[in-house]
């Protein structure tokens, strides 16, 4: 009997042994600090056109990126070339200085671009051009520019 006592006891040892034991959680590593979220920025996109009544359209767009202004100036003239393309410039106070890229006739254009926001228009500024520097075209006289081209803020599609 003595041997079925020692049996029976070194068993249960044995089985508690066996047993999981709760552990302590070791220390896991340290999760890195949650980086502070930026929240994503939001650029308003501001539209403006003319339209004729020969079905010709002048469109400007331009979106305020910190503290660039990137934006698409298209003329699209009734069976007539127009003038395609984008700018980047500044803008001081509601006047927006950029340099125009764009296509005419099949030829790629630069031209230095005037903008003046006032409440629900913008007037490009027009006057003499002269070859500036890398062949870009540049208003002549500032003193002696005209505002007349005029665009009427629309909903951006």
């Given at each position: 009997m003595k041997i079925y006592l020692f049996l029976f006891l070194s068993g249960g040892l044995w089985l508690a042994g066996c047993t999981a034991t709760p552990?302590?959680?070791?220390?896991?590593?340290?999760?890195?600090?949650a980086e502070t979220a930026l929240p994503k920025a939001k650029f308003a996109v501001h539209c403006f056109e003319d339209r004729y009544p020969d079905g010709s359209v002048l469109s400007l767009q331009?979106?305020?990126?910190y503290d660039d202004i990137v934006g698409i100036l298209d003329y699209s003239f009734y069976e007539k070339d127009g003038a395609h393309g984008t700018f980047k410039g500044t803008k001081n106070g509601n006047l927006i200085t950029a340099t125009w890229s764009y296509t005419i006739e099949g030829s790629e254009q630069t031209e230095e671009i005037l903008i003046k926001i006032e409440g629900d228009k913008a007037l490009r500024a027009s006057g003499e051009l002269t070859e500036g520097e890398a062949g870009t075209l540049v208003l002549k006289d500032p003193a002696k520019l005209s505002w007349e081209e005029t665009f009427k803020r629309v909903a951006c599609d």
């Amino acid at each position: 009997m003595k041997i079925y006592l020692f049996l029976f006891l070194s068993g249960g040892l044995w089985l508690a042994g066996c047993t999981a034991t709760p552990k302590t959680p070791a220390a896991s590593p340290a999760a890195p600090a949650a980086e502070t979220a930026l929240p994503k920025a939001k650029f308003a996109v501001h539209c403006f056109e003319d339209r004729y009544p020969d079905g010709s359209v002048l469109s400007l767009q331009y979106t305020e990126y910190y503290d660039d202004i990137v934006g698409i100036l298209d003329y699209s003239f009734y069976e007539k070339d127009g003038a395609h393309g984008t700018f980047k410039g500044t803008k001081n106070g509601n006047l927006i200085t950029a340099t125009w890229s764009y296509t005419i006739e099949g030829s790629e254009q630069t031209e230095e671009i005037l903008i003046k926001i006032e409440g629900d228009k913008a007037l490009r500024a027009s006057g003499e051009l002269t070859e500036g520097e890398a062949g870009t075209l540049v208003l002549k006289d500032p003193a002696k520019l005209s505002w007349e081209e005029t665009f009427k803020r629309v909903a951006c599609d």
